[in-house]
């Protein structure tokens, strides 16, 4: 069974699951990649989600540049989230780059926005999540990412699609 039929069969499993903690739903890839999605949420159509995670063994061998090819490969194909996302920051040294929404969703009094980190170390990473950060108030806070079954789908798939291989 692929990952995408898995997931399908997961969130039937998890219709009308709510929860402030998350479960964590593990997918894996024939190429040896593993998913985590965090579900905090789920129905017939929709669901929210905490955090997306891959861990891509096949990077950690690799050197930086397949890391910012990586970044601008999802930036190119992630096209449909509420913002578009773009490469922020680059660590050649740490072996990370940082991905967020370009531009961030404004409104009168709070900022929100999608953050992507993808790392080499310790075993090729990659993290999605969404914040909000409130006007006069410091730091921010994670928020749920909303979506359908079939965006999570096509966003999971275009996450192991654009990963780097051996």
Known sequence: MTFKQTLSDELKQL???QSDQPRTVALST?????????FTAVDSMSCSVREIRLDVPSIDSQDFDTL????ERLSDRITY???NIGPLEFDPDGKKVLIRSTPPDKSDD??????????????????LRRFKSSN????????DIQVTHEVLSKLV???VDTAPVA
């Open 15 to 17: 219709a009308g699951f």
């Open 30 to 38: 024939d190429g040896g990649i593993e998913i985590f999605v965090d």
């Open 68 to 71: 910012k090819a990586w970044a």
């Open 81 to 83: 989230l509420m913002e």
């Open 110 to 127: 709070e900022t929100r926005f999608y953050e992507v980190l993808l790392q080499t170390n310790p075993s090729g990473s990659f993290s």
């Open 136 to 143: 006069g108030q410091p730091g921010r806070q994670p928020v």
């Open 157 to 159: 798939s275009d996450l």
